[in-house]
C-alpha cells in the first residue's frame, strides 16, 4: 500500500501569512509601528515593557496584546500602567502567538488612536521565530542569568529578530556572564541586529530604548497622536 502525506503545517503557515499580511495592511493604513516581543521565560520581558508603558504612556498612544499559556497574569501586571484595554490571549498550550490571534486582538483596539502596538509573544525563543503576525519587527529580549550562549542555541530567533535587548545587566557583578561573548554570538546569528543593553530593575540603558521607540514612530507617522483613555 502506498503512503499519503497530508501537508497540514504548510497549510497552516499558509494560512498564517495570508492573515499576517492583512493585519500588516491594517496596520500600515493606521499608521501604527507593530513591535513583536520574544525571550524565552524569566528574561525581564513584561517588566520592561511595564517600565516602557511608565515612562512613554504620557507622549505615545501605546496599545498591546499579550500572549501566554495558561493564564492572563502578564496581562494583568502590564493593565496597571495604562488606561487602555490590554488584550489577553490564553493559548491553551500552545508555545506560540499566531496571526489569528492578533487580528481578533486589533478588533478591540482604536487603530486611529493607537501610535505604537506591542505583541508581548508566549515566552519561547523556537516557535515564535517561524511565526509572523504582521509586525513591523521582532524584538528578542535575552538576559544575562540565562547564559551568553542563548543567540547560539536559538539562532533562527535572533536571525529573525531586528533588535535585541541584552536586560539584567544590573546582575554582571555577581554573575559569570561574558558579555562579549553573548554579543559576539548574537552578531554571528545576526550581524545587523541592534542591540541594546538595559536593566529594567534599575532603568540603566532604557532611555536608548525609549529612543528607538520615538524614532520608529517618528518615522512611520511624521507625528504622535494624543495618548488614548481607552480603546
Not at 539562532?155 to 554582571?172: E, Q, S, V
Amino acid at each position: 500500500m502506498g503512503v499519503r502525506v497530508i501537508e497540514v503545517r504548510e497549510r497552516v503557515m499558509e494560512a498564517n501569512d495570508r492573515i499576517a499580511a492583512d493585519v500588516r495592511e491594517r496596520l500600515d493604513a493606521a499608521g501604527v509601528v507593530a513591535l513583536n516581543l520574544v525571550s524565552s521565560p524569566g528574561s525581564g520581558k513584561t517588566l520592561l515593557l511595564e517600565r516602557t508603558l511608565e515612562a512613554l504612556g504620557g507622549d505615545l498612544s501605546i496599545a498591546v496584546i499579550t500572549g501566554d499559556v495558561q493564564t492572563h497574569n502578564d496581562a494583568t501586571r502590564i493593565a496597571r500602567h495604562t488606561t487602555r484595554l490590554v488584550q489577553a490571549v490564553v493559548t491553551g498550550g500552545a508555545c506560540h502567538l499566531d496571526a489569528r490571534q492578533v487580528s481578533a486582538g486589533l478588533d478591540a483596539i482604536d487603530l486611529d488612536a493607537t501610535d505604537l502596538l506591542f505583541i508581548e509573544n508566549v515566552g519561547n525563543l523556537v516557535c515564535p521565530a517561524s511565526w509572523t503576525l504582521g509586525e513591523d519587527a521582532k524584538v528578542v529580549v535575552f538576559s544575562t542569568t540565562e547564559g551568553e550562549d542563548k543567540p547560539a542555541k536559538y539562532p533562527k530567533m535572533f536571525r529573525m529578530a531586528r533588535y535585541g535587548i541584552l536586560n539584567k545587566i544590573d546582575l554582571l557583578p555577581h554573575l559569570m556572564y561574558d558579555v562579549n561573548a553573548a554579543v559576539g554570538y548574537a552578531r554571528d546569528a545576526n550581524p545587523d541586529l541592534e542591540l541594546f543593553f538595559t536593566s529594567a530593575t534599575t532603568g540603566e540603558g532604557l532611555d536608548d530604548w525609549f529612543g528607538l521607540l520615538r524614532r520608529l514612530v517618528r518615522q512611520k507617522r511624521g507625528t504622535l497622536r494624543q495618548p488614548a483613555d481607552a480603546g
